[in-house]
């Protein structure tokens, strides 16, 4: 399964390699240089990809490339910093942990599109989430980017 994890950080280790400052075990738990576990919130490939036009209205940072871009990189590393746009990701969290929270449980989202093997014919994927996990996972992002502004720190998201 491909996950996405964001943890908070303090500003002074984007001087480093942050590839170098992290590590993951066999269950995708995040290291920070080998110690312990790191808070993180962790979430599914497919539900980023569900709320990712929402995060693209971020101002970001690309460490890999030096670069200011919106929303996350995907494929890599992203940092979120500054305070204003850390209140706008706690928001955004907020907003969507809101919503998801009137829905049913299990929580069925429409995922990519795809084609039925036995038919042919087209299709949606059906992404399906236990509704507590979800609302945990979104709940202690935005605590974390909550505490991530108060304190000048950011949040590094790894993607995939």
Request: hydrophobic share 40%.
């Amino acid at each position: 399964m491909l996950n996405h994890q964001f943890v908070v950080e303090d500003q002074t280790v984007l001087k480093e390699n942050l590839m170098d400052a992290y590590s993951w075990d066999s269950d995708g738990k995040v290291y920070k240089r080998g110690l312990g576990v790191v808070e993180q919130a962790v979430f599914e490939d497919e539900f980023i990809s569900y709320i990712h036009d929402t995060l693209r209205w971020l101002d970001t940072w690309n460490p890999s490339t030096d670069t200011r871009h919106t929303g996350l990189n995907v494929h890599g590393i992203t940092v979120i910093v500054g305070q204003d746009i850390l209140l706008k990701l706690e928001q955004i969290i907020r907003s969507w942990n809101e919503l998801l929270s009137l829905a049913p449980d299990p929580i069925v989202l429409t995922g990519n599109y795809c084609i039925d093997v036995t038919t042919g014919k087209r299709c949606d994927e059906k992404l399906v989430y236990d509704k507590t996990d979800l609302i945990d996972q979104l709940s202690k992002l935005a605590v974390m980017t909550k505490y991530a502004a108060e304190t000048g720190r950011c949040i590094i998201h790894f993607g995939v």
